[in-house]
């Protein structure tokens, strides 16, 4: 028996890598427990050697009854759409079997409760003295993520649509001009011409007045129709020409006292393609949802811009209608609001409106502005010219320079 007085050689070293090791496998599992990612380990049969707390609470189970137990068979023992996932498939076993680390981050993970979630993870090999001991796993919930890639892909989808409506609304539109458009001035010229010659003839000169009034409508129906496919105000003028010609179109028709103002800085020139296309649906559909809905006596509106280098526009539209409940306007089948929203999000903007029952409502564009479009966007939002150019809208300005009102006094 050895005295305590006297040790061996080397005792004493012993000892102290004793101390270290148990030190750092005490800060080791401090980390496994700190960590927000789940980690297990597993041997070489695939049971459960070790497990953090964090992977114990992403997968519903008591730690205890996780340790001991085939991990394949307890989390990952099917897809995502329930198919069985054999365990000579697994990516994480193949770690140990074949040596290969892995990181996955298209398949699920099950929990206690038998639903699933969309984890990220990796499976490295343990190996000592150069032998394959089992795997460390590490995972995380990308549920989340998942959701945002959808959303995100949801959007851009929604955004591809509304170009490719757009472009058919042009090329319908164009079509309509060039093709039914001369049709009627070459009918209103026959008619015109045969009115003429049937002087003497009340009865047949009377029916080719009332037949040149029928195609005068036509031809104003024609050129309504036209401006609501794509208003050539927007290819020809500019966005600000046109929101100032949409404000004007809206107060005339709800016979309303003009309450408009334009304000955009020196220097800040209107955008194109997409970015147009969408402001101008936005503050359509702002002046359709007060004129459907509303039933108001006074209506502002207020558009302003920035100055440069960063513009942001901004569309301020007040009501005093009967306004809205919040619920309301939050509502899943509010297609016209999230249609808004959507095209305001697309571009970095923001769209919010404040409405109650009773004390009418405002809704507010706040929009940066980007750049010149490239030539790539311009040719996809504003297809080539007809040679037929399109009539400008009734009631809107003739082609000159962007209307901009000067700055309110302060």
């Not at 054999?86 to 099950?110: M, Q, T």
């Not at 769209?351 to 409502?361: E, F, K, R």
Request: hydrophobic residues 40%; contains cysteine.
């Amino acid at each position: 028996m050895l005295s305590p007085l006297i040790q061996p050689a080397g005792f004493a070293d012993t000892v102290e890598r004793g101390r270290v090791a148990e030190l750092w496998r005490d800060r080791l599992g401090l980390l496994l427990e700190s960590t927000g990612d789940g980690v297990f380990g597993i041997d070489l049969e695939g049971r459960c050697m070790f497990v953090n707390r964090s992977a114990a609470r992403q997968l519903g189970w008591p730690a205890e009854r996780i340790l001991g137990r085939n991990m394949h068979e307890l989390i990952h023992h099917s897809h995502a759409d329930g198919g069985h996932y054999a365990e000579a498939d697994c990516p994480i076993f193949n770690a140990f079997r074949r040596g290969l680390p892995c990181r996955i981050e298209d398949e699920v993970l099950w929990r206690a409760d038998g639903t699933s979630f969309f984890a990220e993870y990796s499976s490295h090999p343990i190996i000592e003295d150069g032998r394959v001991q089992g795997a460390v796993v590490t995972f995380v919930d990308i549920t989340e993520r998942k959701r945002a890639q959808e959303l995100a892909r949801i959007r851009e989808l929604a955004n591809h649509r509304e170009t490719v409506r757009e472009a058919e609304r042009t090329r319908i539109a164009r079509e309509i001009h060039d093709e039914l458009g001369s049709l009627l001035v070459a009918l209103k010229m026959d008619v015109d011409w045969l009115g003429r010659r049937v002087t003497g003839r009340e009865q047949l000169a009377g029916k080719c007045h009332s037949m040149g009034q029928l195609i005068d409508t036509a031809v104003e129906n024609v050129g309504r129709i036209i401006t609501d496919l794509r208003p050539s105000i927007l290819d020809h003028q500019g966005l600000w020409a046109a929101l100032e010609w949409q404000a004007q179109e809206f107060f005339e028709s709800a016979e309303l006292e003009r309450d408009v103002q334009l304000h955009v800085a020196a220097g800040v020139p209107p955008p194109e393609g997409p970015q147009a296309i969408a402001v101008f649906r936005i503050v359509q559909e702002m002046l359709s949802n007060v004129a459907r809905h509303a039933r108001a006596r006074k209506v502002s509106i207020r558009i302003a811009v920035d100055d440069p280098p960063d513009p942001v526009l901004y569309v301020d539209v007040r009501d005093d209608g009967v306004g809205a409940a919040p619920e309301a306007l939050d509502d899943a089948r509010s297609y016209g609001v999230m249609g808004m929203r959507e095209r305001a999000a697309h571009f970095g903007g923001r769209l919010t409106i404040d409405s109650a029952p009773g004390v009418g409502t405002r809704v507010r564009l706040e929009m940066p502005l980007a750049g010149p479009a490239s030539p790539l966007e311009s040719r996809q939002a504003a297809p080539e010219p007809s040679p037929h150019p399109a009539p400008t809208p009734p009631g809107a300005p003739e082609p000159t320079s962007p209307s901009v009102a000067p700055p309110p006094a302060p």
